[in-house]
């Protein structure tokens, strides 16, 4: 028996946190602490703790057309058929769970081969932090819009320090687990202004901080008309990066008659794409690329069976604006291949997927808040950060 630790980044909620996967002959049986990782010093949530069972859970194992099982050739096939539709009768779906390189293919492939008009993700939001995670404890005065502890249990786990130090922590939302935690909460199910005491504290103290959730747009122009840092905090463990690209949240357009889309979800993971059921009967073509079972892969035209990240190198950008490296610590199922792979034969070579690093610094070329940043010093427990969007 060989065991081993590999480091890399967990791959649920955009705190962040690095951690340890247990892997024995090489597959993933556990987690163990990271303790250098600057994000969570060694401390994980409940779902961080499964990120293990995110490699196995709900597999797919093999191309799919129409349900049935077929070679990788005739899957390819079938899925290019994408391209005879025109761009504004194509939508595109984008994982912001993805590796930032795959997501940079997959958006090339989308505007360039496929030209579809229509491309964003199913779970994000826009928007870039002021702070950065370690500078959540200094705060005299934090305002919460929104559930994020309970989104982030990291991120929030931080929050404890600001009343540790003697500051205050302030809640604007429904009641939840968050309210519960804040020195003082406003109960209300919807929020359309702030309550002139919140005001009046934020302007007073000399480090506040308002806290909310990409893709709230309520919460987002509240915090826009206070005298304060903003942190925007990403839900999915690389919804900045998508944010990074211009990626904004997914929609059908009235035009949609076929659907490319990327899904990513890992185990203990509510399936998002449940919400996108009702639209599929309109579609004459899905194609699904993903790792685990979900409804979309349950019902598409093509399933491209994929890894899961973890099963392929790679860097995720966190909510603060951290980009780290994701490394390849199981070996992928048999018959299934990296994301970056399935869009190169999809584009007929069209885009190189072998070499991570040249994937990077196509990306930082063509995205300025990447700009400089070298992928081999990602290495470093610290990372790298990218610039201002």
Known sequence: MEMEYVTTTCPYCGTGCGLNLI???????????????????????????????????WRLEMPLVKGEPVTWDAAIAEAKKLAAYPGDEIAVAISSRLTNEAMFLA?????????????????????????????????????????????????????????????????????????????????????????????EA????????VLY???????????????????VLYETNNGRGAAALGLGRFAFGEKTKALFVITETPEREEDIYADLMPYLEKLEMVVAIGSNATYLSDSA?????????????GTVTSWEGRVQK?????????????????????????????????????????????????????????????GED
């Open 23 to 57: 892997v024995v002959d090489g597959k993933a049986v556990g987690v163990a602490p990271y303790h250098r990782s600057p994000v969570g010093s060694g401390k994980l949530c409940t779902r961080g703790l499964h990120a293990a069972k995110a490699l196995s859970e």
């Open 107 to 199: 958006v090339g492939y989308a505007r360039n081969v496929l030209g579809a008009a229509n491309i964003g993700v199913v779970s994000g939001g826009c928007g870039a932090s002021a702070v950065k995670i370690a500078d959540l404890a200094k705060a005299d005065v934090v305002l919460m819009i929104g559930d994020v502890m309970k989104s982030l249990p990291v991120t929030g786990n931080k929050l404890y320090r600001v009343q540790a130090n003697g500051g205050r922590l302030l809640y604007l939302g429904p009641e939840s687990y968050t309210a519960v935690q804040a020195d003082t909460a406003v109960i209300v199910d919807e929020y359309t202004e702030i309550p002139a005491e919140f005001s």
């Open 202 to 209: 934020v302007a007073a103290a000399a480090n506040s901080v």
């Open 213 to 231: 959730l990409a893709g709230d747009a309520a919460a987002a122009a509240l915090a826009a008309a206070l005298p304060a840092k903003t942190a």
């Open 301 to 313: 035209t093509v399933v491209l069976p994929s890894a899961a990240l973890n099963e392929y190198p």
């Open 326 to 386: 994701v490394r390849a610590a199981s070996a992928a199922p048999e018959g299934v291949k990296c994301p970056c792979e399935i869009i190169c034969l999809l584009s007929d070579g069209t885009y190189a997927w072998e070499d991570k690093a040249a994937i990077f610094a196509d990306l930082a070329a063509a995205v300025p808040v990447y700009a400089g940043i070298v992928y081999e010093e990602i290495d470093r427990p610290d990372g790298a950060f990218i």
